[in-house]
Structures are given as structure tokens and as C-alpha cells.
């Protein structure tokens, strides 16, 4: 036979579990010492039936010798299974030797078959399936009587060799089957079918185990799926999850391994290098992008990916690999989400800095670590300041000053952000009573709201008691959202703002234009403000196209009677073309740096009396 035929034939045979290095070597173990066992009492056996001192020795030797390959340096589970499988097998044939054919003698192959199972690997199996038909074919036409025990045998060995075989491969056969059926039972995902943690992990042990082959790992995260559990139910978080799963498999190649991992994780093992798996990843971001009907109505899902591959894993092993994988796709994650990002050396010693300063976090309000900044907001016709924004700092006590776009989605992600947006809109409540009370003005507040807040916390209730608490007129506060609130269940945001108009606060868009914006969403939302973009602002009077962005924006606004804010104006070119475009009111470093509440709580002298007092962020 062409030996390039095998690794094809070998591809078709059903595969099962690659065994845990500790489980496989105390299997071998115990088939060692049953193959010692037999090979003395073989001898034994052949002294008491009458057999020389030599013939017992040779018989012992015969039995005991392939067990030497089982301690060659450097030996893999293969050679060592078969020296066992050999070992055990020779007994055997010894065996119905020693007893000329006793039919019962025979069931000893089978008492193999069945030992030899324990290595879960093809391997054995086929070895007893040859050594029965060469043994039964060969020695039976030489020696009948001493291996067969029936007339009909003995003309026609080869006949009854293939007889034997048959029975030992439907043996065989019969282990093979109770084994798969008894992995599948812990190694399937019972919401979707797909593979677990377990099986995923020995798919890529298995695939790493092949000397030089590439292998790559995707991991998967659904971005916001918690809120689809709390806004929609479970039964829709599970109806989500069948549905990405089933978009999974669409996405890769038969040969590929999709599992979850359990929440919203999943994992995809590519036999192959990082250029493939990216290119699932993007078809894979690509199919997300989909709405997913759940209840009968649409929604928008989005994953972070991460991508590692064996060739940057610094080892082979699977656990390596995943760990890879893991932090590329919390890298995804902190890089705004719905994206793929592929491993790098350094994102291990990154991620550890990162849990670092999110445990920072958790202490940094009862330490008194984080303080408000306040930013004006100005109107362009006369320059005069109508409001502040609210805006959180964290001065780290061994990093120093920490950049809002390094821990407010840190706490975002870990829920934090609720107790912290409590912290802050007492705060700047307070603050804007105080300088209310000091000017003998309304002095407008503007504060940030967590998409998370809208879900987790009882917002309504809690702006209520802190206007209350403060004696802030409503009407001086104004609530900012993102427009990533529209990830989240749609009509229970307008609920939520609507509620909260209906206190009498006002609702800004912030970063209008970055994200998921429409017509038809900004119709629906109970807003009064919109925040065009720093990103929008920066490029206005560079003959680009913000400018007919900004211009198509601020028109939009107006049709729908929304007040409009440009964020980050920080050049008198910006600011001229604003007000050429009748933009109303600017934030930037034009006009004010974010800055603390004076420590005597005065009113900031760059506030001029406004004329109509207004609480715009």
C-alpha cells in the first residue's frame, strides 16, 4: 500500500477524545502491569501444562519484550499504547496455544479488546484486528489443531481467520460507540449543540500534538448581552445565543471546531494560521451585523474578537493559546468594542496592569481619589457661559492623573461605573445649588449618564431625591447620554428619558454622529440637545467634509427643534465657522479647561450673568 495513503484513510476514522496527559498515563500504567502480570503467568501456566523450563522462558520473554518500547526515551503515546496493545495481544495467542484451541481460549482477545479500549486511540484497535487475522490465517494453516478447536477450521484457517476478525472488529466497533456516546453526553453545549470549554480545549491539545501544523484560536465575546438578559428576558438571551451560534458555524470551515464556553463566550479552533482565522473573525463581524430578530423584533448584536495563533504563543499548549486569544479579545473590548485584534507579545503584562487598576477603582471613591471637573458651555452669538459639564478625574496615587478613556470604560465593564455615576451627579447637583445659591442665578449642570445606569439603577427615582436633597430646580440639569444606549432595548430607553423629562431635566445626545445615530432613533428619543462630536469639530475650515457634516447636523437639529452643542472647539477658525453654520452653543479649550470647583465653593468668575438662564452640558 502506498504509505501516503494512510494520513488520508487515517482523516476519515471518527476521532474521540484526546485524553488529559494525567489520565492517559495512569490508563498505560495500569495496562503496564497487567501485560507484567500476564507474562509471568503465561510461564507459570506453561510449566504447570507440562511445557519445558525453556519453552516457560521464552513464552514469558515473548509476552514481556514489547514492553521495552513502551520505555524508549522520547516515546509518544502511540509507540507506547502499541507495546502495551502487543504485549497484551501475544498473551493471547500463547494462550490458544497452550490450551490447542480451546474455544473459550479465544475470548481472551476479546478480554483485550476491551482493555485496550481505555486508550480512547484507533491504534490498538487495529493491531488486534491484525494480529487475530495474521495469527488465525497464518499459524492456523501451519498448526490447526493448535489453533482451532473445530474440524471445519482446520480446512479452510483463512475463512474462519477473517470469522475471528469480523468478531473483533464488531468488538472494536461496539467500545468505539459507547465511548463517543459517552463523551458526547459532557462534551456538548445543551442550548446550542456546540462544543464546550472541555472539548474545545482537547480539540486544540489534539491539533497542537501534530509537529509544525499551525493552529489559531478565536475568542468571542457578545458585547452588551447582559443587557439583552435584563431588558428582554432570558428566554431572549437564549434565543440570542442559538441564533449567534448558528451564524458561528455559517462563518467557518468543516473542519473548524465551534464551541461556547459558556454566558456569551465562544470559541472557534482553526487548523490553520492568524490569516485564516482573521478572515473568519471579519466574516464573522460581518454576520453579526444582521439584526437578529428575538421576540419578533429586531435587534443589533455586536462581538469583540481576539485571534491567536501557535506562531506567537511562545508554546504549544492549548492553555496557552486560549489564554492568547482571551486577552486579544478583551484588548477588542477596550478598544471600543465590535472589532477583531490579534494577539501580541506584551498584552499579557498589559492585562495584568489592567485588573491592577480596575481593583484600584473599585477604592477609589472611599478614598477620595476620583474629583469633578467643570467644563462651561457657551454660547457662540455673545461668547456669555450658560451651563457646565459635569466631568469625572481620577488622580491615581502612584500613576498619577488617569485618562477618562482608560477607566471609565474599565468601569463600565465591571458595573462599577453605576455607583460612580451616583457619586458624580451628587456631586455636581450639589455643586450647581451652591453656585445657584452664591451668583443669586440658575447656573445649568450638565452630567454624564452610564447606558448602564439607564438599566441597572433605579435613575428616575435617584435623580428625583438628589434634586430634591439639593434644592436644584429640575430644569438646571441636564442628563447626558451616548448614543450607545441604542444597543440596549430602544423602547425602554425612551421610558427611561421620557420619565426622566417628565421630572422636568433635560436630555442631551452626547458624540451625536459616532455611533449608532438614524433619523428615525433620534425622532424616537425624548431629547432637547444634541452634542456634535469633537471628531466632527477638529477638521471644520479644513476644506474636509466635517464641515458639510457638522452643517447637515446642525440643520437636522433645528427641523426637529433640537438645541445643538459642538464639543472640543479649540481654534478661532472652528469657532467662526460654527457660527457661520448658526451653531448656538460650544464646548473647548477655547472657552475653558475643565477645571475643580474653587475650594470655597464661589461661583467660577469666568461665568458671566447669563440673560436667559438655559442648563445646557
Given at each position: 500500500?502506498?504509505?501516503?495513503?494512510?494520513?488520508?484513510?487515517?482523516?476519515?476514522?471518527?476521532?474521540?477524545?484526546?485524553?488529559?496527559?494525567?489520565?492517559?498515563?495512569?490508563?498505560?500504567?495500569?495496562?503496564?502491569?497487567?501485560?507484567?502480570?500476564?507474562?509471568?503467568?503465561?510461564?507459570?501456566?506453561?510449566?504447570?501444562?507440562?511445557?519445558?523450563?525453556?519453552?516457560?522462558?521464552?513464552?514469558?520473554?515473548?509476552?514481556?519484550?514489547?514492553?521495552?518500547?513502551?520505555?524508549?526515551?522520547?516515546?509518544?503515546?502511540?509507540?507506547?499504547?502499541?507495546?502495551?496493545?502487543?504485549?497484551?495481544?501475544?498473551?493471547?495467542?500463547?494462550?490458544?496455544?497452550?490450551?490447542?484451541?480451546?474455544?473459550?481460549?479465544?475470548?481472551?482477545?476479546?478480554?483485550?479488546?476491551?482493555?485496550?479500549?481505555?486508550?480512547?486511540?484507533?491504534?490498538?484497535?487495529?493491531?488486534?484486528?491484525?494480529?487475530?487475522?495474521?495469527?488465525?490465517?497464518?499459524?492456523?494453516?501451519?498448526?490447526?489443531?493448535?489453533?482451532?478447536?473445530?474440524?471445519?477450521?482446520?480446512?479452510?484457517?483463512?475463512?474462519?481467520?477473517?470469522?475471528?476478525?469480523?468478531?473483533?472488529?464488531?468488538?472494536?466497533?461496539?467500545?468505539?460507540?459507547?465511548?463517543?456516546?459517552?463523551?458526547?453526553?459532557?462534551?456538548?453545549?445543551?442550548?446550542?449543540?456546540?462544543?464546550?470549554?472541555?472539548?474545545?480545549?482537547?480539540?486544540?491539545?489534539?491539533?497542537?500534538?501534530?509537529?509544525?501544523?499551525?493552529?489559531?484560536?478565536?475568542?468571542?465575546?457578545?458585547?452588551?448581552?447582559?443587557?439583552?438578559?435584563?431588558?428582554?428576558?432570558?428566554?431572549?438571551?437564549?434565543?440570542?445565543?442559538?441564533?449567534?451560534?448558528?451564524?458561528?458555524?455559517?462563518?467557518?470551515?468543516?473542519?473548524?471546531?465551534?464551541?461556547?464556553?459558556?454566558?456569551?463566550?465562544?470559541?472557534?479552533?482553526?487548523?490553520?494560521?492568524?490569516?485564516?482565522?482573521?478572515?473568519?473573525?471579519?466574516?464573522?463581524?460581518?454576520?453579526?451585523?444582521?439584526?437578529?430578530?428575538?421576540?419578533?423584533?429586531?435587534?443589533?448584536?455586536?462581538?469583540?474578537?481576539?485571534?491567536?495563533?501557535?506562531?506567537?504563543?511562545?508554546?504549544?499548549?492549548?492553555?496557552?493559546?486560549?489564554?492568547?486569544?482571551?486577552?486579544?479579545?478583551?484588548?477588542?473590548?477596550?478598544?471600543?468594542?465590535?472589532?477583531?485584534?490579534?494577539?501580541?507579545?506584551?498584552?499579557?503584562?498589559?492585562?495584568?496592569?489592567?485588573?491592577?487598576?480596575?481593583?484600584?477603582?473599585?477604592?477609589?471613591?472611599?478614598?477620595?481619589?476620583?474629583?469633578?471637573?467643570?467644563?462651561?458651555?457657551?454660547?457662540?452669538?455673545?461668547?456669555?457661559?450658560?451651563?457646565?459639564?459635569?466631568?469625572?478625574?481620577?488622580?491615581?496615587?502612584?500613576?498619577?492623573?488617569?485618562?477618562?478613556?482608560?477607566?471609565?470604560?474599565?468601569?463600565?465593564?465591571?458595573?462599577?461605573?453605576?455607583?460612580?455615576?451616583?457619586?458624580?451627579?451628587?456631586q455636581a447637583v450639589r455643586q450647581a445649588a451652591v453656585w445657584t445659591a452664591e451668583s443669586g442665578?440658575?447656573?445649568?449642570?450638565?452630567?454624564?449618564?452610564?447606558?448602564?445606569?439607564?438599566?441597572?439603577?433605579?435613575?428616575v427615582g435617584l435623580v428625583d431625591a438628589v434634586l430634591a436633597r439639593h434644592g436644584l430646580p429640575?430644569?438646571?440639569?441636564?442628563?447626558?447620554?451616548?448614543?450607545?444606549?441604542?444597543?440596549?432595548?430602544?423602547?425602554?430607553?425612551?421610558?427611561?428619558?421620557?420619565?426622566?423629562?417628565?421630572?422636568?431635566?433635560?436630555?442631551?445626545?452626547?458624540?451625536?454622529?459616532?455611533?449608532?445615530?438614524?433619523?428615525?432613533?433620534?425622532?424616537?428619543?425624548?431629547?432637547?440637545?444634541?452634542?456634535?462630536?469633537?471628531?466632527?469639530?477638529?477638521?471644520?475650515?479644513?476644506?474636509?467634509?466635517?464641515?458639510?457634516?457638522?452643517?447637515?447636523?446642525?440643520?437636522?437639529?433645528?427641523?426637529?427643534?433640537?438645541?445643538?452643542?459642538?464639543?472640543?472647539?479649540?481654534?478661532?477658525?472652528?469657532?467662526?465657522?460654527?457660527?457661520?453654520?448658526?451653531?448656538?452653543?460650544?464646548?473647548?479649550?477655547?472657552?475653558?479647561?475643565?477645571?475643580?470647583?474653587?475650594?470655597?465653593?464661589?461661583?467660577?468668575?469666568?461665568?458671566?450673568?447669563?440673560?436667559?438662564?438655559?442648563?445646557?452640558?
Open positions: 500500500m502506498d504509505l501516503r495513503v494512510l494520513p488520508h484513510l487515517r482523516s476519515h476514522l471518527p476521532e474521540g477524545r484526546m485524553l488529559p496527559g494525567e489520565i492517559w498515563r495512569s490508563r498505560h500504567l495500569l495496562l503496564v502491569r497487567v501485560s507484567a502480570v500476564q507474562a509471568a503467568g503465561i510461564g507459570v501456566m506453561a510449566l504447570g501444562l507440562g511445557r519445558s523450563v525453556l519453552a516457560a522462558v521464552l513464552m514469558t520473554a515473548a509476552t514481556a519484550y514489547p514492553l521495552a518500547f513502551t520505555l524508549l526515551p522520547g516515546a509518544g503515546r502511540m509507540l507506547r499504547a502499541a507495546g502495551t496493545t502487543v504485549s497484551l495481544l501475544t498473551a493471547s495467542a500463547l494462550l490458544v496455544h497452550l490450551l490447542e484451541g480451546l474455544t473459550e481460549s479465544h475470548f481472551h482477545f476479546f478480554v483485550v479488546v476491551g482493555l485496550v479500549s481505555l486508550y480512547q486511540s484507533w491504534a490498538p484497535f487495529g493491531l488486534a484486528l491484525g494480529v487475530v487475522v495474521l495469527h488465525h490465517g497464518v499459524l492456523g494453516t501451519l498448526f490447526p489443531h493448535s489453533v482451532f478447536g473445530h474440524a471445519a477450521a482446520y480446512h479452510d484457517p483463512w475463512l474462519w481467520a477473517l470469522v475471528h476478525g469480523a468478531f473483533v472488529l464488531a468488538a472494536s466497533l461496539a467500545h468505539l460507540a459507547s465511548w463517543r456516546l459517552n463523551e458526547q453526553q459532557g462534551l456538548r453545549d445543551p442550548l446550542t449543540g456546540l462544543a464546550n470549554r472541555t472539548l474545545v480545549h482537547e480539540t486544540t491539545e489534539r491539533l497542537l500534538a501534530r509537529r509544525g501544523g499551525a493552529v489559531s484560536v478565536l475568542f468571542l465575546d457578545l458585547d452588551d448581552f447582559k443587557d439583552v438578559n435584563d431588558t428582554r428576558g432570558h428566554a431572549a438571551g437564549d434565543q440570542l445565543l442559538t441564533t449567534v451560534s448558528e451564524r458561528l458555524q455559517a462563518c467557518t470551515r468543516s473542519g473548524d471546531e465551534v464551541a461556547r464556553l459558556g454566558g456569551d463566550e465562544f470559541a472557534i479552533v482553526v487548523d490553520g494560521g492568524a490569516e485564516v482565522a482573521t478572515a473568519i473573525g471579519e466574516r464573522v463581524l460581518a454576520a453579526l451585523a444582521e439584526p437578529v430578530l428575538v421576540g419578533g423584533r429586531p435587534l443589533t448584536v455586536h462581538v469583540s474578537i481576539g485571534v491567536a495563533d501557535s506562531a506567537t504563543a511562545g508554546d504549544r499548549r492549548a492553555g496557552t493559546l486560549l489564554r492568547n486569544a482571551d486577552l486579544a479579545m478583551y484588548q477588542a473590548k477596550s478598544q471600543g468594542k465590535n472589532r477583531l485584534v490579534r494577539y501580541a507579545p506584551g498584552m499579557a503584562q498589559a492585562a495584568e496592569d489592567k485588573a491592577t487598576l480596575a481593583a484600584d477603582l473599585v477604592a477609589a471613591t472611599a478614598a477620595g481619589q476620583l474629583a469633578v471637573h467643570y467644563q462651561p458651555t457657551v454660547a457662540l452669538a455673545d461668547g456669555r457661559t450658560t451651563g457646565y459639564e459635569a466631568l469625572l478625574r481620577w488622580h491615581h496615587p502612584g500613576r498619577g492623573m488617569v485618562p477618562p478613556v482608560e477607566f471609565i470604560p474599565m468601569a463600565e465593564e465591571s458595573g462599577h461605573i453605576v455607583e460612580i455615576g451616583r457619586w458624580v451627579l451628587e442665578r440658575p447656573v445649568g449642570m450638565a452630567v454624564n449618564l452610564s447606558p448602564r445606569q439607564l438599566v441597572d439603577d433605579d435613575v429640575a430644569g438646571q440639569l441636564t442628563l447626558e447620554v451616548t448614543e450607545g444606549v441604542l444597543l440596549r432595548d430602544v423602547d425602554q430607553v425612551v421610558d427611561q428619558l421620557r420619565d426622566l423629562r417628565g421630572l422636568g431635566v433635560r436630555i442631551a445626545i452626547d458624540d451625536f454622529g459616532t455611533g449608532y445615530s438614524s433619523l428615525s432613533y433620534l425622532r424616537r428619543l425624548p431629547a432637547d440637545i444634541v452634542k456634535i462630536d469633537r471628531s466632527f469639530v477638529q477638521d471644520l475650515g479644513s476644506e474636509g467634509r466635517s464641515t458639510t457634516l457638522v452643517a447637515s447636523i446642525i440643520e437636522l437639529a433645528r427641523s426637529l427643534q433640537l438645541e445643538v452643542v459642538a464639543e472640543g472647539v479649540e481654534t478661532q477658525e472652528q469657532h467662526a465657522v460654527l457660527g457661520d453654520l448658526a451653531c448656538s452653543h460650544a464646548q473647548g479649550y477655547l472657552f475653558g479647561r475643565p477645571q475643580p470647583a474653587p475650594a470655597h465653593d464661589h461661583t467660577p468668575s469666568v461665568v458671566p450673568a447669563p440673560r436667559t438662564p438655559v442648563a445646557v452640558g
